[in-house]
């Protein structure tokens, strides 16, 4: 990573690295910032799988059960998206924001 981005890392990973503010924030609140954080930081270096992975994560905490029809066989980057979350099923919100939390801490620390 060169300039802006580098230092966009550095001041993400001083952001979450405070024990004591992560300590006191919920998960939800936790949740909010490390989606609001995590496309800024890191840019087109994730697979497809840990696309879908972050994507299912995020619709799963953001809306619950997956709640819409399944896109036709043509529309491929719809069904694959809508499979990744489809597979989170009876996930709970508060357990998805955690996997999500976890899993953008580890994508930063592999593409950051």
């Known amino acids: 990573l060169k300039g802006k981005a580098k230092w966009a890392v550095k001041k993400y990973r001083l ?25 800024k930081v890191v840019n087109n270096t994730l697979t497809d799988d ?5 994507y299912a994560l995020f619709k799963q905490a ?8 399944k896109p036709g066989m043509l529309d491929l980057k719809g069904k ?10 009876g996930l709970g919100k ?7 939390i976890g899993l953008v801490k580890n994508l930063l620390e592999k593409h950051g």
């Open 15 to 39: 952001l979450v690295s405070k024990d004591s503010f992560i300590r006191r924030m919920s998960v939800g609140s936790q949740f909010k910032e490390e989606a609001d954080n995590f496309f």
């Open 50 to 54: 840990e696309l879908k992975e972050v």
């Open 62 to 69: 953001s809306f619950g059960d997956c709640n819409t029809e």
């Open 80 to 89: 694959a998206k809508w499979d990744a979350w489809d597979g989170k099923k």
């Open 94 to 100: 508060e357990d998805a924001m955690s996997q999500y």
